[in-house]
């Protein structure tokens, strides 16, 4: 058997002890975020995300072993297992090979063999395989074997059901199925081709396309596989069939015995009716895996970098969600989000009332004191934005604006979560709204939405969905824990991802603030029901309470380092009423050494930095880092466009094959992978990150189309 902790620490490069001190974390039910976090000197801090591929890899073991322990036992039971096959399903590295070995032994449903092999035909097969009959006549061999009652009445027949035996045997030989494999692997071309080559469909760039399995980028295999699912494309394996068989030929063919045609013919039936098309179906199935799981992982790092979006802080807004025919609909909010007044205007046609919307703008910019418009960019974003960036232009007032998102606005307004939370509201002003805190507290808004909703991923609907939510769910939970929530106004969306907390318990935490008002202490969490001592434990040091009792309570101190901090603040000969002033920017070089204060307290180092870190700087925000958001754009319409004009753009969504920008305009624009950086870029994602802002030079407009073609490659 595998010893895991073993390989793990191989696969990971980390110490046994890492290992072994990290796995009985896991096991005692600790979430990752807090093991990540507070956890340190057991796991030898490693970071979050290597937590979370550090747990599946676990689980992909433990289970591993389990099935090898029951393939053991079933084929035991059969009275099957020899030393030589246990040794190799217990030295099995992966679950394919302990189901290769496992495959011979396995029930199956009626087959030509099995039925040859219910006739009595096992003991014909066998000799006819073992090849060691120079001058035997296998026709006259099999009239001795002839079972009349189970339909093989003739020597021809007899025959054939031994040779079918035979090609059953050879499809189910692990170490043959295991070469042939490889071979496929390193050789085979994925083919595809139209079902109607005349209709004129997106597919059509695989009208007539093959590519090697190696090699073929996994978006090519998504899109193969959505338009064969959609019925346009045909698709199949292709691989040199002379080649393979002289493979399976060495296997088994051992010299110019008297059944060697038989023998051949036998492997080219087996390689034709069992194992290519086994193989085949392998290989589609690896493929779409691979690809899945590459686009999950991009997925998964865009929806990190969006949710790690800059929030803009001190932002009265006025919040536009455009449309046409039942004009804008508009939510003024203030700095922490509050709605303060909301209406409609109608700036687009039918109606194209410019003057009234200038208008009402105006009253509100002034009523409301605003600072910043935002706009959706859906369904007439780019006739709404001409009209306020006018407004903007004559009006004189202090103003900005900038285009947002709306990926998912509907959804949240619609849902159930947002009904409870603004059941007197519309649900088009509770777009307008969601539009609005995007831009505050992108993290804290865009929680509310079905992170699949969002946007920044490619072919998430062909995707398995369980791993898509799994993932995605692993990473909002990342990013809520590194950021922290404010415990007095997170909602209940929010709360939910922090670590120990559930929905149920989220809800319950609004519920007792909304009793009792805000919390004061991070120890009246656990007066909150059905937040007991272990889930406190989890959650405490993520959750932030500002201008409560104890000034700790604002940072990501664990409460159950406070005692340490305490010391550590009399150390430097500070009160703690210091931390509300801003932190304490010199601390480190006040209390000295850590290392030797580390041996004094009992204390771990890893967790002394992080205190002395918390306090130069309290609850200090990770996403300040992130780039800033760009306002008031250069260009607002693909008329706008020239070849060659360089922009300033926001990096909006990453694939395999490049970036999509936003320069300004209704419609991102294309950075291809091969116009990303002058050097080789294997993937777009070692360049760029959602949220970036970039300088892009315009390559081509089609209007027509709705495509702008982009470089970031300086003429």
Not at 190 to 217: G, L, M, N, R, W
Not at 622 to 633: K, N, Q, T
Not at 671 to 700: A, Q
């Amino acid at each position: 058997m595998i010893d895991i902790a073993k390989a793990i620490s191989d696969e990971f490069k980390l110490t046994e002890t890492q290992v072994n001190s990290t796995i009985a974390l896991i096991d005692e039910g600790n979430t990752i975020p807090f093991i990540a976090r507070y956890r340190k000197e057991a796991t030898g801090g490693i970071d979050d995300v290597t937590l979370r591929n550090f747990h599946d890899r676990l689980i992909y073991l433990r289970n591993l072993e389990a099935r090898k322990e029951e393939v053991i036992r079933l084929i035991d039971e059969q009275g099957k297992l020899t030393l030589e096959l246990k040794k190799d399903i217990e030295e099995a590295e992966v679950l394919q090979r302990v189901e290769d070995l496992y495959k011979p032994f396995k029930k199956k449903r009626a087959t030509r063999a099995t039925k040859a092999r219910d006739a009595g035909l096992l003991p014909l097969a066998e000799i006819i395989m073992a090849q060691e009959e120079n001058d035997a006549d296998a026709i006259l061999m099999a009239e001795g074997y002839i079972n009349v009652e189970a339909g093989y009445d003739t020597a021809e027949k007899t025959l054939q059901g031994a040779l079918d035996i035979i090609a059953e045997i050879v499809a189910d030989d692990a170490e043959i199925i295991s070469k042939l494999r490889d071979f496929v692997r390193k050789n085979g071309l994925i083919q595809s081709i139209a079902v109607d080559s005349e209709e004129k469909t997106v597919y059509e760039t695989y009208y007539d396309f093959a590519e090697a399995i190696k090699s073929i980028p996994n978006h090519r295999v998504l899109a193969i596989n959505r338009g064969e699912k959609e019925g346009k494309l045909k698709v199949k394996v292709d691989v040199d069939s002379e080649k393979a068989l002289s493979i399976l030929s060495r296997f088994v063919v051992k010299g110019e015995s008297a059944f060697y045609e038989l023998i051949k013919l036998t492997l080219a039936d087996s390689y034709k009716r069992l194992i290519f098309p086994a193989l085949e179906r392998e290989m589609r199935n690896e493929l779409t895996q691979r690809a899945e799981d590459d686009a999950i992982k991009v997925f998964a790092k865009n929806t990190e970098n969006l949710l790690q979006q800059r929030p803009v802080k001190d932002a009265r807004i006025i919040a536009i969600d455009p449309g046409f025919r039942t004009g804008c609909k508009v939510a003024v909010l203030d700095e922490q989000g509050k709605l303060l007044d909301y209406t409609t205007i109608y700036p687009t046609k039918p109606r194209a009332d410019i003057a009234g919307t200038h208008r009402t703008l105006k009253a509100l910019a002034e009523k409301y004191n605003i600072n910043i418009i935002v706009i959706g960019n859906g369904t007439a974003s780019r006739e709404t934005e001409e009209v306020v960036s006018d407004f903007i232009e004559k009006s004189g007032l202090s103003i900005k604006y900038t285009i947002v998102n709306e990926a998912g606005a509907s959804v949240y307004s619609a849902s159930k979560a947002a009904s409870e939370e603004y059941p007197d509201l519309d649900v088009t002003t509770r777009g307008a709204m969601s539009l609005g805190r995007r831009l505050q507290d992108p993290l804290a808004e865009l929680v509310k939405i079905p992170v699949k909703s969002i946007g920044v991923g490619q072919y998430q609907h062909d995707l398995n969905q369980g791993a898509l939510e799994s993932a995605l769910t692993d990473v909002v939970e990342n990013v809520v824990n590194r950021v922290g929530v404010d415990l007095n106004t997170a909602s209940s969306s929010l709360l939910g991802y922090v670590a120990g907390i559930g929905s149920a318990v989220a809800r319950n935490i609004v519920a007792y603030r909304e009793e009792n008002g805000v919390f004061t202490d991070r120890k009246q969490l656990k007066k909150v029901s059905k937040l007991g001592e272990k889930a406190y434990k989890q959650c405490a040091g993520f959750l932030r309470i500002s201008n409560g009792k104890n000034p700790l309570d604002s940072t990501s101190v664990h409460p159950e380092s406070y005692n340490v901090a305490t010391e550590l603040l009399n150390r430097a000969g500070v009160s703690l009423q210091e931390l509300k002033n801003g932190g304490i920017p010199d601390i480190k070089q006040r209390i000295g050494d850590l290392s030797a204060i580390s041996k004094e307290l009992d204390a771990g180092l890893f967790t002394l930095k992080d205190i002395v870190d918390e306090m130069t700087k309290p609850g200090r925000d990770p996403r300040d880092d992130a780039p800033p958001v760009i306002f008031s754009r250069a260009v607002k319409s693909f008329e706008d466009l020239k070849p060659g004009m360089k922009l300033v753009g926001t990096v909006r969504n990453v694939v395999d094959f490049g970036a999509f920008v936003d320069i300004g305009v209704k419609q991102d624009g294309l950075v291809h992978i091969s116009k990303l950086s002058d050097r080789f870029v294997r993937h777009p994602s070692e360049v760029v990150s959602v949220g970036d802002n970039v300088d892009v030079w315009v390559i081509d407009v089609d209007a027509q189309r709705g495509k702008i073609s982009l470089s970031m490659v300086g003429e």
